[in-house]
């Protein structure tokens, strides 16, 4: 994130801003620059007197301000942590007055996590005059595969792009928790290595041949063999695999297909860009399921979706089993 790149590289150059106020819905980002900024604006003898972490359930904006408007010792500045910051949203709009008269010598970092604040009101204005407003955006699931060959590259490492859908499929766009699940990696694979489905299953605990992936690339092969038995082994795991989540990610890949149909230029960029399709690797799915299932009845197989999402939810399903519902799914796209 060209953002995160800047404000580090700013640090590193001692160019370091009074405030910096940290937000968004993606706490990843956030805590990354948390943790930076307290290891790497003072230095290690200047911390014990000068540096100070703070959470926002414990403290008041006047307890902060207090703070904040102190002088280092023997340091040529002093560093206030504020984490968990979101804690003092009802109140958070009275730190405008002290960013508007703000100690030079202090570096104050607010954590503001999943809120946003009013871009109407004077304190983001404030903040924006004279230090680093720096907003953490969710980043969408098919961006993230991309993300997790980048974090891996600056390591060292390579990922299968199987591998990176597994992970993504297990857990989401979620970058804290991927993370977690690289660096347990990490440990155990040697640098250089390239990451395979395999490292994955043994070490993270994901199944590299009966997941929804391995699932929707059987369904667009029309492999019915391979797809029962995914099946089948979805239905012997009904926790590790919901049913709705498995009818959404086929309803999103028959949307694909459907646009995959609709599309003139099916170049490689241009599908990837049309479909979110963050790896060119699986762009020959959809040319094979695009083969395989005209647009009349990927229309068809789109509105019985639809039916067994609702039914996935409660709605008129009829006392329908988990079992039931994944063969009624079988019958659908077959």
């Known amino acids: 994130m060209e953002a995160v790149s800047q404000i580090v590289q700013d640090i590193k150059d001692k160019k370091i801003a009074p405030i910096y106020f940290l937000t968004g819905d993606e706490p990843y980002y956030v805590d990354k620059l948390a943790e930076f900024m307290q290891h790497n604006i003072l230095t290690e003898e200047e911390r014990g ?100 060959k980048k974090v891996l590259a600056g390591k060292g490492y390579k990922i299968d792009p199987v591998a990176s859908n597994m992970l993504v499929e297990f857990l989401g766009n979620d970058l804290g928790k991927i993370n977690n699940e690289l660096e347990k990696l990490r440990l155990i694979i040697p640098k250089g290595v390239t990451i395979t489905p395999l490292d994955i299953e043994k070490n993270i605990g994901i199944s590299k041949d009966f997941n ?36 959404g990610l086929l309803f999103n890949f028959f949307i694909q297909i ?18 979110k399709v963050g790896n060119a690797y699986f762009i020959k799915e959809y040319e094979i399921a695009a083969q395989n299932y005209p647009l009349k009845k990927v ?33 659908t796209v077959f």
């Open 258 to 275: 459907m646009q995959y149909h609709g599309l003139s230029d099916k170049s490689t960029s241009n599908v990837m860009k049309q479909l």
């Open 212 to 247: 929804n992936f391995e699932l929707r690339k059987a369904i667009g092969e029309k492999n019915k063999a391979k797809a029962a038995l995914i099946i089948n082994y979805f239905a012997a795991n009904p926790k590790e695999h919901p049913v709705v989540v498995t009818v």
């Open 49 to 148: 007197f000068n540096q100070m972490v703070l959470y926002g359930r414990d403290v008041s904006i006047e307890e902060i301000v207090s703070h904040a408007k102190r002088f280092p010792m023997m340091a040529e500045r002093q560093v206030i942590i504020i984490k968990e910051a979101q804690d003092l949203s009802r109140t958070i709009e009275n730190l405008d007055s002290y960013v508007k008269n703000i100690q030079p010598t202090t570096v104050l970092v607010i954590c503001y996590k999943y809120k946003k604040l009013d871009k109407r009101k004077s304190l983001y204005k404030s903040i924006q005059k004279q230090g680093v407003f720096f907003e953490s955006q969710k980043i969408k699931e098919y961006q993230v595969g991309d993300w997790i």
């Open 299 to 331: 229309s068809q197989i789109i509105t019985q979706l639809r039916a067994t999402d609702l039914h996935s939810k409660g709605v008129n399903a009829h006392n329908l089993s988990h079992q039931d519902l994944l063969k009624d799914l079988l019958i």
